[in-house]
């Protein structure tokens, strides 16, 4: 993302400090939130959990942040959809009197959370077929 790209962002957010603009950039170099954050507002390591919440807080000031990432990445939609669709799957062994295998709920709902987050991206791009699919792995 050109520095364009950033100030029209910046635009849409309303008012953004110089500090949130350099998190920006930071975030979309690294994909790192907090450490954007530490590295945009110079704060010391030492503080890292403090770092971690307020950028969180950040993020969630500026709307698309994670789809503008994620597009700048190359990740498309189906692709996304395809590798949470192979998530929604995921199990777990368990190793007990022989092998098992149970639903690995961890991985399962992080994937349902990353899908919340990109579905932002180009929405009219969203497949009904994927939608689909996905509502019926969910529900198995």
Wanted: proline letters at 2%; hydrophobic letters at 40%.
């Amino acid at each position: 993302m050109n520095n364009s790209q950033v100030n029209l962002l910046a635009k849409q957010e309303g008012k953004l400090s110089k500090q949130e603009i350099l998190y920006i950039n930071k975030y979309l170099k690294t994909g790192n939130s907090t450490q954007a954050y530490i590295r945009a507002f110079n704060i010391p390591k030492k503080n890292y959990h403090l770092a971690t919440v307020k950028a969180a807080k950040l993020k969630q000031k500026i709307s698309n942040i994670d789809a503008i990432y994620f597009e700048r990445a190359g990740l498309d939609i189906r692709l996304i959809s395809s590798v949470l669709k192979q998530a929604l799957r995921a199990k777990r062994p368990f190793i007990y009197k022989g092998i098992h295998e149970y639903p690995d709920h961890n991985i399962r709902l992080k994937a349902i959370e990353t899908f919340q987050k990109l579905t932002t991206i180009k929405e009219k791009e969203r497949d009904i077929s994927v939608m689909q699919g996905l509502q019926i792995i969910i529900q198995r």
